[in-house]
Structures are given as structure tokens and as C-alpha cells.
């Protein structure tokens, strides 16, 4: 039963994962090369909004839930890993290997993706490189330790009745029969937990692990309830502006000043002050910002469309735009693609729920673009540069 979850909730961890790095799009800023194993470039779609939010969740949350079904698989073959002598023909060394780089695998990347959770990169690599290029080896070897096992598992599971074993209780538990594949003892201790114990143990871990995460992604007071997920329980400064803040002003380093300009580039460039901004035709829409690290949440956002500021730049259809913030590092830069910047919700955000935004939320100006990953919607613009196919 283990190894039937994991055949249907792994390969949905790994397309939703591969889907979350389509969402950040090629030159974002994402430390370290992936040579061949980069992803052709495609333009992820801005509809509907809710889109990276759904990826993503399902991506943290699943992977979440899965721990204690992958612990509890590793237990259950614990014999055949420390098996001796560990190979005895071509076929079993290659079915070793698999199985080598597919435990190896899966623990470095939930390791490293709860460690990246919890914002501890004690691993000391680039996080977005060292978590991708592991998926890939995860997913070699999971298919080739699938192409090797799917029948043995498919004959394991047609050999007892699912309700059979669930009704089973302690008593009536009785030890697996010996066979070739070295799993059962050849003489067991006495049982200590039924088949539909060790179920609901593992169920339930999974359930309770959920139940202290989904909150990330809840607004209103079920946020408090997500234990495990640090930063998306931790809000803004009170009011409207009282959502999760994933880097503030103070770690990006930027600080308030009344000279602000935004500076727009293009066939006609322009500066405008936060007065003029404002003095601009304004848009709200209701969209959702979502995180890497999983949480996210919907508020109401209001500001010029980006598609009026193209056009004031002079540029009405843009190839692209080039978003620069006040902040310095990797991400503080971040490029929208055509359908990006044309979406009528795609705003140069000015306000958050009636309120102007704080200063950890982005004042004096943030990008808000439906479906595009958190860390691409830009805090402290200073300038936007719109470019021609």
C-alpha cells in the first residue's frame, strides 16, 4: 500500500515541482546553471490567477503529507537495503542502483525542501539548483525502479483484500509467509502493531502533518494553525496590509524616500512621481500572491494597469518588460513576458485593501500579475523597461 501511494503522489510532486520552475521563466535570476537539463522556454499563462497557487500548495503540501508514507516504506525494506551479498547478478545490480539513487534521491529532496521551508540553507548550495537538478535524478530513477517492480507490486496487492486486512485486528495478525524476495525474517517475533494499525499510524501522520500546514494557504485565522510553515504565519503591520511578508524592507535593505520616481523606458521613456500615479486611471483587482515556500493569500490590490503604462512609454504592444526594484540581489530584478504585462489585471499595485501599501509590502509601488510566482512580483519598483519584439 505504501508503494502504491508514493506511485501516485510522487510523479504529481515532480510535475507540479517542474511547473512551479516553468512559472519563473528563463533569466529570473535563479542561481546556478542546469546545462541540458534546462526547460525550454515557454511563456507561463497569467490565467487563471490562481494558478502557481494551486501548483505550488499542492506541491509543499503533498511532498508534506509524503514524509511519513516514504519513512514508512524505507522501514518496511530496511532487510533488503543492508542485504548481503548486495549484488548476485547484472539484473539485481542494476535493480540496486535504482534503488540507490531512488532512496538517495528522495531524501535529499525532502530534506532540502523542508530545510528551504523553514529558510535554514544550512546545506550551503543554491537551493533552486541543488533541489532541481535532484528532481531529475529522482525521476531517472523512479522510473526505472517502476519499469523494474510494477509487477512485483501489482501481484502483492492482488494477493490480500484491502477490507480484509483493514478488519483484521492485532490477534489475527500473522507474519508474512518467507519468500525469495528476503524481506520476511526467517523466524519473526510476535506482532506488535495489525496491517490496519501501521495504516492509520501513517495515515494519521499524514493527516496531522497536513492539518499543521494547510493553513499557509488559508486566509483569516486558520494562518495561525500552520505550525510548520514558519513565514506563512507571519503578517504585515496590521490593518490592510495584514498578510504574510516573505523579505521585508529592513533584510532587502531599502528604506523610504520622498524623492521616489518611477522611470518607465521605451519608445517615449517618462518619469512619474507617486502623485501622478495616483492621478493615472486605476484598476482593482482581487489576486492572489503565492510563495516558493508554499503559503500564499488573495487580497485586493489596486494601481495602473501595466498595460497603460506601456502604452504611456510607447510601447502599446511590448515584446517584454524589464521590472527593477530599489532592492540589490538575485531578485530584484524580474522580466514579464507579453501576455504578462497585456493581462487587464496586471497592475503596478499602489494600494492593498483601500489602504496604501507598507513599506514591507512593497511602498511605494509592487508588481501584482495573476498567476506569477510571489518572488517575480516585484516590491519597491524604481523603474520598468518595455521592449519591442
Not at 275 to 290: G, M, S
Request: with cysteine.
Amino acid at each position: 500500500m505504501f508503494a502504491a501511494a508514493l506511485l501516485v503522489g510522487m510523479p504529481i510532486l515532480l510535475v507540479t515541482g517542474l511547473l512551479d520552475r516553468v512559472a519563473y521563466g528563463p533569466g529570473q535570476g535563479l542561481p546556478g546553471e542546469v546545462g541540458l537539463l534546462q526547460l525550454p522556454p515557454f511563456d507561463w499563462p497569467s490565467s487563471p490567477s490562481w494558478l502557481f497557487r494551486l501548483t505550488q500548495g499542492v506541491h509543499v503540501g503533498l511532498g508534506i503529507a509524503l514524509v511519513p508514507v516514504v519513512l514508512a516504506k524505507l522501514w518496511s525494506v530496511i532487510p533488503k537495503l543492508f542485504a548481503w551479498p548486495p549484488v548476485r547478478s547484472p539484473a539485481q545490480a542494476l535493480e540496486r542502483a535504482t534503488l540507490l539513487l531512488l532512496v538517495g534521491s528522495t531524501l535529499f529532496e525532502i530534506a532540502t525542501g523542508l530545510l528551504n521551508i523553514q529558510y535554514d540553507y544550512v546545506f550551503g548550495f543554491s537551493f533552486y539548483t541543488g533541489h532541481y537538478l535532484g528532481a531529475w535524478v529522482f525521476a531517472a530513477a523512479f522510473a526505472a525502479h517502476v519499469a523494474l517492480k510494477l509487477g512485483t507490486m501489482l501481484r502483492a496487492l492482488r494477493s490480500r483484500s484491502l477490507r480484509r486486512e483493514l478488519a483484521t485486528p492485532l490477534a489475527a495478525t500473522v507474519p508474512e509467509p518467507v519468500d525469495e524476495t528476503g524481506l520476511v525474517a526467517p523466524d519473526p517475533a510476535p506482532p506488535t502493531m495489525s496491517r490496519r494499525g501501521a495504516l492509520a499510524l501513517v495515515g494519521g501522520g499524514s493527516a496531522l502533518l497536513v492539518a499543521l500546514s494547510v493553513g499557509q494557504v488559508l486566509d483569516g485565522p486558520a494562518r495561525a494553525s500552520a505550525l510548520l510553515l514558519p513565514r506563512g504565519r507571519t503578517t504585515g503591520d496590521g490593518g490592510p496590509n495584514a498578510f504574510p511578508v516573505n523579505r521585508t524592507a529592513a533584510a532587502a535593505g531599502v528604506a523610504p524616500t520622498a524623492e521616489w520616481r518611477l522611470a518607465l523606458s521605451g519608445a517615449t521613456p517618462r518619469t512619474f512621481t507617486m502623485a501622478e500615479l495616483a492621478a493615472l486611471p486605476q484598476h482593482t483587482a482581487r489576486l492572489p500572491i503565492a510563495c516558493v515556500e508554499g503559503w500564499s493569500t488573495v487580497q485586493t490590490w489596486t494601481g495602473v494597469r501595466l498595460r497603460d503604462l506601456a502604452a504611456l512609454a510607447g510601447v502599446p504592444r511590448p515584446a517584454s518588460a524589464f521590472v527593477a526594484s530599489l532592492e540589490d540581489g538575485p531578485f530584484a530584478r524580474s522580466t514579464l513576458t507579453s501576455g504578462q504585462v497585456l493581462d487587464p489585471d496586471a497592475l503596478l499595485a499602489l494600494r492593498v485593501n483601500g489602504a496604501e501599501l507598507s513599506l514591507d509590502h512593497g511602498f511605494p509601488a509592487r508588481i501584482v500579475v495573476p498567476a506569477l510566482p510571489g518572488v517575480r512580483c516585484t516590491k519597491w519598483v524604481r523603474s520598468i523597461e518595455f521592449r519591442e519584439a
